[in-house]
């Protein structure tokens, strides 16, 4: 199939259909076969007519052209084909291959991983620069090569995997947070994920386990100022041997945190960015993050109140497994035999808490002395 030009004001974007994109009529129906996500996507007329002038090499220009000879005026044409490639690209069914300067580049490590990352313009570059932690202008190609660029009022990347995607400017390093976490979660090398916060303290590992809002982030930045090393404060990655991996992305930080932020650190100048869920983050970079694993010393599962002072209940460690369990996920849905013995040597290791909090700052005094030895 030929190679497809998108025109834009700012500049050309080279569309090609995916290779395992299958164009084909069934009864006279126009349908397209995704084979990676093997399934057939029914098109309509018009839909079946603008693949089929693209798939020929036609321009955007000569499909509004073909398309008023059937009466479409061309403010109705542009719209067809705006939908049609947006759609094609959320199935998987278009690539992009166009080049993006060097110049507008930086590389970071994530974990044991390289990302090299190329952006269109330096907007695009900083929103991306501030997801992680340490980044540099090295040479060469990394683990997983990003390039991201815009189309109108959408921002285009690949390189996660064998497709494209599309997103809003201000959802793109949060979306690109997401496909990377994905991916790595993916790999086989690790056995299972947990929901939770790393952190290291004298050469051992603390976990801070819980869902979306108990205020893993939040905490991690506490005890980050009280002298922990961060590891990651979204997912930990468990190997077989029952060591964790963080993933050490920038801190990220809702809003609620952003005031005592800028009081701890008045030369942060933060950029939003805008999750999927709606909510409004921002993130810190922290210096001397640890890339690799560790051996877990400490679990922490946190349970927020509205009030009250912060309190450790000891766990036993079939408390503590079951906790776990509850905790993991893995790439297929489900935990092996090896993850479970995973499990059991973390929790043989660890000493495992409840920690029952309402402040942060009161908080992060306990779990310092724990790990100090104190408590």
């Not at 202008?137 to 189309?151: F, H, K, S, T, Y």
């Not at 494209?164 to 947070?177: F, M």
């Not at 479970?340 to 908080?363: D, P, W």
Request: glycine share 10%; proline share 2%; aromatic share 8%.
């Amino acid at each position: 199939m030929a190679e497809v030009v998108l025109e834009k004001s700012s500049a050309d974007v080279l569309f090609k259909p995916a290779v395992d994109a299958v164009f084909a009529l069934l009864d006279g129906r126009p349908v397209l076969f995704s084979g990676a996500r093997q399934k057939i996507y029914q098109l309509d007329q018009v839909g079946g007519f603008i693949w089929c002038k693209l798939a020929q090499g036609a321009s955007l220009a000569a499909v509004y052209h073909e398309l008023g000879k059937l009466d479409v005026v061309e403010h109705v044409a542009r719209q067809f084909v705006r939908q049609a490639i947006d759609t094609w690209i959320d199935q998987g069914l278009l690539d992009i291959d166009r080049p993006v300067s060097a110049n507008c580049a930086f590389s970071a490590m994530l974990g044991r991983h390289r990302i090299s990352v190329r952006a269109e313009n330096w907007d695009l570059l900083q929103r991306l620069v501030s997801l992680f932690c340490a980044s540099g202008n090295e040479e060469g190609q990394g683990d997983i090569a990003i390039v991201a660029m815009m189309l109108d009022d959408q921002v285009l990347f690949g390189g996660i995997d064998a497709g494209i995607h599309r997103c809003g400017v201000e959802a793109l390093a949060p979306t690109l947070k997401a496909h990377l976490t994905d991916r790595l979660i993916r790999s086989d090398r690790w056995v299972f994920a947990l929901h939770a916060a790393s952190l290291v303290k004298a050469g051992a590992g603390l976990l801070l386990c819980g869902e979306p809002g108990a205020g893993k982030s939040t905490l991690s930045l506490q005890l980050v100022d009280a002298g922990f090393q961060y590891a990651g404060d979204d997912v930990a990655l468990i190997e077989s041997d029952g060591t964790a991996c963080g993933i050490p992305f920038a801190l990220t930080l809702k809003e609620g945190s952003w005031e005592w932020l800028s009081v701890l650190q008045s030369n942060w100048d933060g950029v939003t960015h805008r999750r999927a869920d709606g909510a409004e983050v921002r993130y810190l970079p922290i210096s001397n993050a640890h890339n690799g694993s560790l051996a877990v010393g400490w679990i922490i599962f946190l349970n927020r109140v509205a009030q009250g002072s912060p309190e450790l209940t000891a766990l036993d460690q079939l408390d503590s497994m079951k906790r776990l369990i509850e905790g993991a996920f893995a790439a297929d849905g489900k935990l092996s035999q090896a993850g479970f013995s995973a499990l059991k040597r973390i929790v043989s290791g660890a000493r495992s808490f409840q920690l029952t909090y309402c402040e942060a700052v009161e908080a992060r005094e306990l779990l310092a002395d724990l790990c100090n030895g104190k408590a």
